[in-house]
């Protein structure tokens, strides 16, 4: 069993969902032009990641095999609801622009994949603990790009203007190929910094 | 059915496949679109999968959100309920294809079962429920973006295809370089907006 030092370091740098394994990037993309939404998706992105990380871990015992796709993604969607039922409840301007994008958690493929890989054959513990240093690698990265994006994008930081009104803006941040480029460097400087292992190189 | 709702549709689907695609501009399916376009054979495969799976699990979802889920006040279900379908769909899609159509099945082989887990074929489902379409708008619109999908990744998938003798620096060789390709590329389909809009 791996300590909790490991998965962390594990899910946060070496197997980074985001640039390392280049999952779950649809919401990384849509929603990182504000760092408000970014925040709030990130926020919901660990809770359901942890939760159901947890709650497959819980049930690996009693989930027949040939159906435990079925079992992971009813868990998922169920956690999902939650976040979706909240957000509409407390923040529903931020629920307005998110639209789709927190429905579409269901299908990041990070969960899944921690679902899994980690979480069918593990204790709930180490479980919950991985759920949760994915979610938090992921939150890395996505603020990292939220936080050039709007600057450059809007002039501003969670709304509150930091560039003179004379910058001019780049709408090209706010907009989709803005967001492909800084994934791009995202993943080229990480991938400079902290090299990945040989055998995923060929 | 009257002749604006037919026009809108078509704008619906021409709008889908260029000025908001679906992989372009609104980030879906994007999983599968940098690890499937590698080659361009087996992008036109997973594309056109993705193409007839959207349209029906449009059609059916919108059928159901509709007929059943708006009348027993169960809309917040809609998630469990779309992605049921989907897996459904595709499994059956999948017998009836091996049955009916096995050469299809060949040149599909394991693609089909890899788009349950396709987030275009859910975010479609979403979109129609938020926009408000209606039945025909929707299937346009799955189809539209079935299509914009298939467009995107053969586009990516020749696009690696002519780098790949290029000198990329080692640290952004396989997927780096894909998503700045993707950059350039979502760079090219903004240039289409304008022509059409869908709201």
């Not at chain 1, 030092?5 to 394994?21: E, H, M, P, T, V």
């Not at chain 1, 032009?33 to 819980?58: D, E, I, P, Q, R």
């Not at chain 1, 930091?162 to 001019?168: A, D, Q, R």
């Not at chain 2, 469990?80 to 769909?89: C, T």
Request: proline share 3%; charged share 10%.
């Amino acid at each position: 069993m791996n300590g909790a030092r490991d998965i962390f370091r594990n899910g946060i740098l070496r197997q980074n969902s985001i640039y390392r394994q280049v999952l779950g990037i649809c919401s990384t993309l849509a929603v990182t032009n504000l760092l408000a939404n970014t925040l709030v998706m990130c926020v919901a992105l660990v809770f359901v990641v942890s939760m159901s990380s947890l709650t497959v871990s819980l049930l690996r015992r009693v989930t027949p095999q040939r159906i435990r796709m079925m079992v992971q993604v009813m868990i998922i969607s169920t956690y999902v609801i939650v976040v979706d039922l909240l957000l509409k409840a407390y923040l529903p301007d931020i629920s307005e622009q998110l639209g789709p994008y927190v429905g579409l958690i269901i299908t990041n493929c990070i969960i899944m994949g921690r679902a899994e890989a980690f979480a069918a054959k593990n204790k709930p513990w180490p479980a919950f603990l991985d759920g949760l240093a994915m979610g938090l690698g992921y939150t890395m990265v996505l603020m990292l790009i939220a936080l050039v994006r709007e600057p450059l994008g809007f002039g501003t930081i969670f709304g509150l203007a930091v560039l003179p009104e004379s910058w001019t803006r780049w709408a090209v941040m706010a907009m989709a190929p803005g967001a492909f480029f800084m994934l791009g460097i995202v993943i080229w400087v990480m991938n400079l910094i902290d090299p990945p292992a040989k055998e995923q190189q060929s | 059915m009257s002749e604006t709702e037919l026009t809108s549709a078509l704008v619906i689907l021409f709008a889908a496949i260029f000025t908001n695609n679906i992989v372009l501009t609104n980030f879906l399916g994007l999983c599968s679109f940098l690890s499937v376009s590698r080659e361009i054979k087996s992008s036109v495969g997973l594309g056109a999968a993705v193409a007839f799976v959207t349209t029906f699990t449009a059609a059916i979802n919108w059928l159901i959100y509709h007929h059943l889920l708006v009348p027993l006040d169960l809309v917040y279900l809609r998630f469990v309920i779309f992605i049921v379908i989907i897996a459904g769909f595709v499994q059956f899609a999948e017998i009836a294809i091996e049955r009916f159509a096995p050469a299809l099945y060949h040149a599909l082989g394991i693609f089909l079962p890899l788009i349950t887990v396709n987030c275009a074929v859910l975010g479609i489902s979403l979109f129609m429920v938020i926009r408000e379409y209606g039945l025909l708008e929707t299937v346009a619109y799955g189809l539209g973006g079935g299509l914009g999908f298939l467009v995107g990744i053969v586009l990516l998938a020749a696009l690696r295809w002519r780098i790949r003798r290029s000198r990329v620096p080692a640290a952004l060789q396989g997927a780096g370089i894909a998503v700045i390709l993707s950059g350039i590329m979502a760079l090219a389909f903004v240039g289409f907006s304008g022509m059409l809009t869908i709201n």
